[in-house]
């Protein structure tokens, strides 16, 4: 019986899983290496090894319903797309809102997790920490990994022909922090993701010229949709999602195509995709008036460097270029377990739902996050931890062997129809089929059709509305009595931070205001009648 949980990482995943260790009746100890709670989003100057880094304008991609906890709706007055000091802000309301800040020792790192000798009996691991220069090993019944997947670079040079020669600066976008020292530079990025894009958006401010390198294109979203409203509250919808699944995956993605072309012509600016594999869209708004003021210009892929320029396939030649920067994406890692407990597959897949590590004895090894939605990740990773918590206690059971081999072929298959290949992307998933999956499994997903008879109000806005995380909220254990006035409630917190400004409504036309009107149109009409 698990009773002791390990969380490695206290960022907002690892809050997450505290609350949901705590919801089931568990005891968690997390451990965080840093000083201060809050992951990725919490900025600092300095970049800490083993630890996200991230650059002082970082804003979220996902709008605040749409990216909060389950039972934990952001304040009113909060933005609805947070620069990362305020989600951390946030991540801290939720921290003390839960009391969860007791159960993290900070400035503690984990050296090493390994398999207690009766681990094919009893499931249990060795902990190893190392606090203030002093290890310690205890040992716990499960272990929840929240370290994300942002801590070791991936720098592909070996793809760079010439970058050793190359006399100018070269650094990872993960050391980028602020645009000083760029002042009339000429700067390459390398990568055309949303850090690569945000760095080459605000850069091209202060540099002479900023060049984006690119090997295939990318979709872009803007953050403001339809109406002015944000874009996610209407892409990321049960009825879109599931008009997007009955239909044939060709006409899917011509439909997207049309959608993201409608903002702006992709092909005209010469980053539309190419083929048919999806990609993970970018979210950015500047982007396109950037390349219009030409002070982006999109570039091909890069063939060589030289002591003091850059070549690229299409055989345009940039001399003098001072800066490289390259947003080539990270690595995940886990040097603190045993290489034969994860056995890394980008394509068939390394864990179960995502989580759960394939060739385990015992299911007491948890991966919180290790994921790529088309969605909000912190939202995907609480639904991890609550089906995780829930797993460890026995409340649900892993299939045999013979069925898990079969549910890993489904997950395939659904990639391909998703994506147009299954190659290199076990962690990318679509975002509401994936949380909907794994809330069947643990009881908390809503019964649609049963909604509609009993409450057709709540029903249509689950249905037709948002997908946000409340809905997992509504029925099940870890139900939340506030979950049906926060979807109800929802717009109110979208529409209050752009009222700063009170202007007097105007009253709406009562009859009265168009006898003018009916007058004039019965002049004219008794005008034409005598000129007949």
């Known amino acids: 019986m698990v009773k002791t949980v390990a969380i490695i990482g206290a960022g907002i995943s690892g809050l997450g899983a505290i609350k949901a260790c705590l919801e089931e009746g568990l005891e968690p100890t997390c451990f965080e290496r840093s000083d201060d709670i809050g992951g990725l989003w919490r900025f600092t100057d300095e970049v800490e090894e083993g630890r996200a880094s991230i650059y002082k304008s970082l804003v979220t991609n996902s709008s605040k319903e749409i990216m909060c906890h389950s039972d934990f709706p952001m304040p009113e007055d ?111 990025i390398i990568g055309m993701g949303n850090t690569g894009v945000d760095i080459a958006t605000e850069l091209c401010t202060k540099a002479s010229q900023v060049y984006l390198s690119c090997k295939t294109g990318v979709w872009v979203f803007q953050r403001l949709g339809k109406g002015g409203l944000p874009f996610d509250l209407g892409f990321l919808r049960r009825s879109f999602d599931w008009i997007n699944n009955i239909m044939p995956p060709a006409v899917s993605r011509w439909m997207l195509k049309k959608y993201m072309n409608d903002q702006f012509n992709h092909d005209l600016y010469n980053i539309q995709p190419e083929g048919t594999v999806w990609r993970e869209p970018l979210v950015n708004e500047e982007l396109p008036s950037r390349i219009m003021s030409g002070s982006i210009m999109i570039k091909q892929r890069v063939k060589k460097f030289t002591e003091t320029s850059v070549h690229f396939e299409d055989g345009s030649v940039v001399e003098n270029l001072d800066i490289v920067i390259l947003a080539t994406g990270y690595e995940y890692s886990f040097p603190f377990l045993d290489e034969s407990i994860i056995k890394k597959d980008e394509s068939k897949g390394s864990f179960y739902k995502k989580i759960i590590p394939l060739g385990i004895e015992k299911p007491t090894l948890a991966f919180i996050a290790f994921i790529l939605p088309i969605g909000p990740t912190m939202v995907v990773a ?81 249905v037709f509305g948002p997908c946000n995380s409340y809905q997992f909220r509504l029925t099940g254990p870890g139900k939340w009595d506030g979950a049906r006035e926060a979807i109800m409630t929802q717009w109110d917190r979208i529409e209050k931070p752009l009222s700063t400004r009170v202007v007097k409504k105007k009253t709406k036309a009562n009859l009265l205001s168009f006898i003018p009107w009916i007058l004039c149109v019965g002049i004219l009409l008794f005008a034409i009648c005598l000129k007949g």
């Open 78 to 188: 909060f933005p609805n797309f947070l620069p990362n000091h305020k989600y951390v802000e946030y991540i801290r309301l939720y921290a003390n809102y839960f009391k969860l800040v007791k159960y993290i020792k900070l400035k503690t790192s984990v050296c090493r997790v390994e398999k207690h000798t009766d681990f094919p009996v009893n499931g249990q691991w060795l902990v190893t920490t190392e606090s203030n220069g002093v290890k310690k090993t205890d040992i716990f019944d499960a272990v929840m990994v929240c370290t994300g997947q942002h801590a070791k670079p991936a720098m592909h040079l070996e793809n760079l022909p010439g970058i050793d020669m190359f006399k100018g600066k070269v650094l990872h976008c993960r050391e980028y922090k602020r645009p000083i020292g760029f002042d009339g530079k000429q700067v390459l």
């Open 382 to 462: 609480e639904l991890q931890s609550r089906w995780a918590t829930r797993l460890f206690k026995g409340l649900h059971k892993l299939p045999d062997p013979e069925g898990m081999r079969k549910e890993m072929l489904r997950d395939e298959e659904r990639r391909k129809k998703w994506f147009a290949t299954s190659e290199n992307n076990f962690r990318r998933t679509n975002y509401i089929s994936y949380m909907d999956d794994l809330a069947t499994d643990i009881g908390v997903r809503v019964n649609i059709w049963k909604l509609f008879l009993t409450d057709p109000v709540l029903a249509w806005k689950v």
